[in-house]
T-cell receptor
Framework: GAGVSQTPSNKVTEKGKYVELRCDPI?????LYWYRQSLGQGPEFLIY????????DSGLPNDRFFAVRPEGSVSTLKIQRTERGDSAVYLC???????????FGPGTRLTVT | GENVEQHPSTLSVQEGDSAVIKCTYS??????FPWYKQELGKGPQLIID?????GEKKDQRIAVTLNKTAKHFSLHITETQPEDSAVYFC???????????FGRGTSLIVHP
């Protein structure tokens, strides 16, 4: 079956611009996670949704970062006033009802120039 | 919070040799320990996991061991093949809705 998909695969933007990153989880997975991965590092947690609500947003670095999941399926990570330090690969994962096994998408590589 | 240390950062082996990657964790409440393989340009893929109620789990050429007392767990790959070359991440969590904490990764290079 289809896995987790993310679009775009690559995004280059200028400092100060606004970006949106999209995640399509595996069908039927109610839990959705966003992570950020910098070069040479493991995934770093950003936010976790259970259904439509953010169950844990403690990993969002500041108020420039926001994520939504209005219908409990597709999620969008939104970054305002991007900074060069936001450059990283943004990974999305989903799991069935928050069970342990998470399935990752291929990621979106964000480059802020 | 949880802290996961992973060693080595780079591991180079000859095809057919075994490879061992080690991780330690700090939170004694952690009870779920997955291992992920990440190939270049792709997302992490779960390859094996272990829960705190067992000490060892094996799946073909891959095995994971867990020592709860010492708070460390290891990934063992036997009969390595060039296609095993990738970055491997360990993680620890308290299971369920708790968020896993990842190690910094080990770049495994298998020379043919």
């Amino acid at each position: 079956g289809a896995g987790v998909s993310q679009t775009p695969s690559n995004k280059v933007t200028e400092k100060g611009k606004y970006v949106e990153l999209r995640c399509d989880p595996i069908s039927g997975h109610t839990a959705l996670y966003w992570y950020r991965q910098s070069l040479g590092q493991g995934p770093e947690f950003l936010i976790y949704f259970q259904g439509t609500g953010a169950a844990d947003d403690s990993g969002l670095p500041n108020d420039r970062f926001f994520a939504v999941r209005p219908e409990g399926s597709v999620s969008t990570l939104k970054i305002q006033r991007t900074e060069r330090g936001d450059s990283a690969v943004y990974l999305c994962a989903s799991s069935f009802r928050g069970e342990d096994e998470q399935y990752f998408g291929p990621g979106t590589r964000l480059t802020v120039t | 919070g949880e802290n996961v240390e992973q060693h080595p950062s780079t591991l180079s082996v000859q095809e057919g040799d075994s490879a061992v990657i080690k991780c330690t964790y700090s939170d004694s409440a952690s009870n779920y320990f997955p291992w992920y393989k990440q190939e270049l340009g792709k997302g992490p893929q779960l390859i094996i996991d272990i829960r705190s109620n067992v000490g060892e789990k094996k799946d073909q050429r891959i095995a994971v061991t867990l020592n709860k007392t010492a708070k460390h767990f290891s990934l063992h790959i036997t009969e390595t093949q060039p296609e095993d070359s990738a970055v491997y991440f360990c993680a620890a969590s308290k299971g369920g809705s708790y968020i896993p904490t990842f190690g910094r990764g080990t770049s495994l290079i298998v020379h043919p």
